[in-house]
């Protein structure tokens, strides 16, 4: 059964950094292309950011263009997500998900993990 699994989340100060990670199991990883997405509290899901699965096309909202850096270790199953400079409006829960499909940028996901919460206080 394919399960996500991040982790990395926690209470911040803006200004600071935080690494995700989203550990994957029961599908073939390697074979998926990956992303991030956030979701603050009375507002939709965004997307954050992807990877393809050989790691070699990156894509990443406006929001998150030069603060953060999304990675891939296809060894270990896991996928990252790097925040630095983080403002009070990165405040959201953070997910993993993961596409199978042939479509760059991925346009639907497969799989979703359950989140983590990042707080980022002024």
């Known amino acids: 059964q394919a399960q996500l699994v991040e982790s990395g989340g926690g209470l911040v100060q803006a200004g600071d950094s935080l690494r995700l990670s989203c550990a994957a199991s029961g599908f073939a990883f390697s074979s998926n292309d990956m992303g991030w997405f956030r979701q603050a509290p009375g507002k939709e899901r965004e997307f954050v950011a992807a990877?393809?699965?050989?790691?070699?096309?990156?894509h990443y909202s406006n929001s998150a263009l030069g603060r953060f850096t999304i990675a891939r270790d296809n060894a270990k199953n896991t996928v990252y997500l790097q925040m630095n400079s983080l403002k009070p409006d990165d405040t959201a829960v953070y997910y993993c998900?993961?596409?199978?499909?042939?479509?760059?940028?991925?346009?639907?996901?497969?799989?979703w993990g359950q989140g983590t919460q990042v707080t980022v206080s002024s």
């Open positions: 998900a993961a596409s199978r499909r042939s479509s760059w940028p991925p346009l639907n996901y497969d799989y």
């Open positions: 990877i393809s699965r050989d790691g070699g096309r990156l």
